[in-house]
């Protein structure tokens, strides 16, 4: 997705065409994580059956590029997308919209552990 932040207001902070280029706080990546992705992607994203996939093996998420990676966590993915094999929605923002581009950059930092 050469789409650093599709879609949304250009006023919204939220949505601002950032592109990433610099590393996110895995710390505090870990943090938000914990409480906003965990219920869906389950603890250290290990999944959860019929909600999240697993991102320890995301081919997905390994093969996009941090902004691109952004971008796809700005907008989420509906239930009846193609690529959705849950058929569960993943909201964007991961359904807290007060996150920031910064707070969704260091959520990449922290996923960017999980594999391997």
Known sequence: MALAACGGDPGDPG?????????GDRGRGQ???DSTCITCHGPGGIGR??????LTTSTFAAGLT???LLAFLDVGRPA???LNTTGVVMPPRGGNPALTDADLIDV???VR???G
């Open 49 to 54: 059956a019929g909600l999240g996939k697993p």
């Open 108 to 110: 990449i930092a922290y």
């Open 31 to 33: 943090e938000i994580f």
């Open 66 to 68: 941090d902004s691109e």
């Open 80 to 82: 009846d997308d193609p």
């Open 15 to 23: 949505t601002t065409g950032t592109v990433v280029t610099g590393s």
């Open 113 to 115: 552990t999980l594999a």
